[in-house]
Structure formats: C-alpha cells, structure tokens
C-alpha cells in the first residue's frame, strides 16, 4: 500500500512529542497540523511534506536514536521521494542564513517552496496574534523575515512555468 497522508501525521506526532512552540503550545498542533492541512488541497504529497517539514531539522540532535530522523531514516519508512526532497529543502542546515541560504534553496524546489509559502503564511497570521503582546518582535519578524521571504517565494512561484502559479496570494 505504501506511505500514507495518515503515516505522516502518526511519525510527525511521535517525532515532534514532547516538543512546544514559542508559547509553550504543542509543536504539531500549533505548526504542523494547520500548514499540512492548508496544502491538503494540493494532494497527498504536499500535505505529508507538510507534516514532516520540520522531522529532519527538530530531531537530528535527539538524545534518543529512535527519535532521530534524516533523510535515509524516511526512505527507509517508505516516504515517497518528492516528500523526503521537499522535506530536504526545507530543512535549515546548521549556521545557514535564513533568506540567503534556506528561502533561496526552497524557492527552487517546487514542493518544497509550496510547503515554504504554506508555513511562510502560516507565520505571518502568527505574527498578527504576537503583536497583540510584543509589537515590535512581531514587526521585526514580519518585516525582516517573513515578507522578504514571501516575496523570494512567490516570484519562483510565479516564474515556474511548470508547476508554478499554484499560490499568488
């Protein structure tokens, strides 16, 4: 049968258990969940990358060795290739600068950068509700980070004449 949608938010939920957000909400429920949901309507591969987007990234240093996942590890389970290279091109390498090195790479992978713009909006209605109790961190994050990047990524988006023009809003 393969690698499912479900399979995804199950390793998703056991990799991620444990973890929290900025403000102590659970990492998967408050992040995952929401952006893999808004790419459900791009089909299956978008919304497991969705849900695995941050495996690699949040599990590569965990004390426990089954709770470390890298690329191979998801091969392995059965992961269909477009998710694990999308998942690759949305995890931040150590030292890497977040525009220069992360957006640019994802800007160049089609899944990838459709998994970028979901959790890029994502963070940037997040960045409404902080600024309710921190104003400035807020306008910091919205205007240093996440619009510089929205703008890098919707421009690949709409150049990509092949699989590009799925999101320009």
Do not use: W
């Not at 949901?37 to 426990?64: Q, S």
């Not at 961190?137 to 980070?145: C, D, F, P, V, Y």
């Amino acid at each position: 049968m393969g690698f499912t949608v479900p399979d995804a938010h199950l390793l998703a939920l056991h990799a991620h258990q444990g973890q929290v957000d900025e403000r102590g909400r659970d990492h998967y429920l408050a992040q995952l969940r929401p952006v893999a949901e808004a790419l459900r309507r791009y089909g299956p591969d978008a919304e497991m990358a969705g849900a695995l987007r941050d495996v690699v990234e949040d599990t590569r240093d965990h004390p426990d060795p089954t709770r470390r996942y890298d690329l191979d590890r998801l091969r392995a389970l059965g992961v269909p290739e477009v998710v694990v290279e999308a998942v690759d091109a949305v995890t931040r390498r150590p030292g890497e600068p977040y525009i220069a090195g992360l957006i640019r790479r994802c800007a160049a992978h089609p899944l990838g950068r459709l998994v970028m713009l979901a959790d890029n909006a994502h963070h940037l209605a997040a960045s409404a509700e902080l600024a309710r109790v921190a104003p400035e961190k807020a306008r910091s994050l919205r205007e240093g980070r996440y619009r510089p990047a929205r703008r890098i990524l919707l421009a690949a988006e709409a150049a990509d004449t092949r699989s590009g023009r799925r999101v320009l809003v």
